[in-house]
């Protein structure tokens, strides 16, 4: 069985774009760290995340800050990240979610394989539990930072 992590960003916007649940088809358990369910339940969080955070599905595990020695994770990151990039390594992930470019730098460099939401909704697609397309359009619809000419270039 793989051993998935997520940061934040990927889990808001496949909750704002009504896709959420092709992480549970495509990888099945979803590992986060506390500091990620606290960035999802923030005040200035869309409320249908934090809604959907709130009563999270059971294929969602939050897993508590294990203290001791973190590895030499770079301080620049926000909490989120950082917990994500230690639990990921403390489990011995098979992959990490995650869309801050600095966090999949530092995951990489750790040695993590990361990929983002982007990367999600192409796999979705091409296993066929999603509409591309469709699902690229929504993600338009949000905040989520792409270049318009990447989008463009998944969609053909």
Do not use: C
Not at 102 to 111: D, V
Request: glycine share 8%; charged share 25%.
């Amino acid at each position: 069985m793989r051993v998935i992590v997520s940061d934040s960003s990927p889990i808001r916007y496949l909750v704002l774009i009504g896709e959420v649940d092709i992480l549970q088809k495509l990888y099945g358990r979803i590992l986060i760290p506390e500091a990620v369910r606290s960035e999802l339940q923030q005040a200035a969080t869309p409320e249908v995340v934090n809604s959907w955070i709130s009563s999270a599905p059971d294929w969602l595990e939050v897993i508590p800050s294990s203290p001791g020695a973190a590895p030499a994770v770079s301080s620049a990151l926000g909490e989120g990240e950082r917990q994500a990039i230690v639990l990921a390594l403390d489990v011995g992930a098979d992959l990490m979610l995650m869309d801050d470019k600095a966090g999949a730098r530092e995951a990489r460099r750790l040695g993590l394989s990361v990929t983002g939401t982007l990367g999600i909704l192409v796999r979705a697609g091409e296993s066929g539990i999603v509409d591309l397309h469709s699902a690229l359009r929504r993600l338009e619809n949000t905040n989520f930072r792409v270049n318009p000419k990447l989008l463009r270039e998944l969609e053909n």
